[in-house]
């Protein structure tokens, strides 16, 4: 993990993945776990015993929380990788949850597939995302990762088949890009900045825009910085 001092109400691009890039998903169980213990490990009121435990209940789970630790503006869970684009709402927010998050989650994990050891990849890797081109860009970068399961090399190269490519991300159960294209909603993101800068009838059009950039490499680079070495 990068030293970075995160500060309040900041913007931060958070990535991780499978140690030895392994799977951290194997099930649709285990994409909805990781999705639960985003709400419930937001709750600064939550204690230790919940981490690991598989009979997960919590009287908020369905509601927003009032104090969250971060903001959760975005998330895209992988095979092997997750993204998220959270905001820090408290003094070291976003460390206490990605421990409790990740923690949480390898325990069940372990427990779950009958393994040891870690699960991801160290603690995790940090981006800031100040204003401008960087800011708008990073929630198309991160609804936007599904196409390596449709198309590798896309970073690279942008995707031959566009059609294919959009049909299969707004299918993509296991990210919020269907929040923002109003066809559902979830208690555990804050969908107010990013809807301030596309409406759901945007989203398409702009992820064909960046698809068809001339130099999608570039672009990505710019956007996401160094976050992959």
């Not at 419930?40 to 908020?60: A, S, W």
């Not at 869970?77 to 927010?93: A, S, T």
């Not at 299918?171 to 301030?196: C, D, F, H, P, V």
Request: hydrophobic fraction near 35%; include cysteine; charge should be positive.
């Amino acid at each position: 993990m990068r030293k970075v001092l995160f500060a309040n109400n900041q913007i931060y691009h958070i990535f991780n993945r499978g140690t030895e890039k392994r799977r951290i998903f194997i099930s649709n169980k285990d994409f909805e776990r990781f999705l639960i213990n985003m709400k419930i490990f937001n709750d600064p009121d939550v204690g230790q015993h919940h981490l690991g435990r598989f009979d997960i209940k919590h009287p908020k789970l369905s509601k927003p929380l009032e104090d969250p630790l971060v903001d959760v503006l975005c998330y895209c869970l992988m095979p092997n990788h997750y993204h998220l684009l959270l905001r820090q709402k408290v003094e070291n927010g976003i460390s206490k949850y990605l421990h409790r998050l990740q923690m949480g989650y390898a325990k069940y994990f372990n427990t779950l597939h009958d393994r040891s050891g870690n699960l991801f990849q160290g603690s995790f890797k940090v981006v800031e995302i100040n204003k401008g081109n960087q800011f708008k860009y990073i929630p198309l970068y991160i609804h936007m990762n599904p196409l390596d399961l449709v198309e590798g090399g896309w970073k690279e190269n942008g995707i031959k088949d566009l059609k294919k490519g959009l049909n299969f991300l707004k299918n993509y159960r296991w990210s919020s890009l269907r929040n923002y294209m109003g066809e559902k909603r979830t208690a555990y993101l804050n969908a107010n900045i990013i809807s301030e800068l596309y409406d759901p009838s945007d989203w398409e059009e702009e992820i064909k825009s960046f698809l068809n950039s001339s130099n999608v490499r570039h672009r990505v680079s710019d956007i996401v910085g160094d976050i992959y070495e």
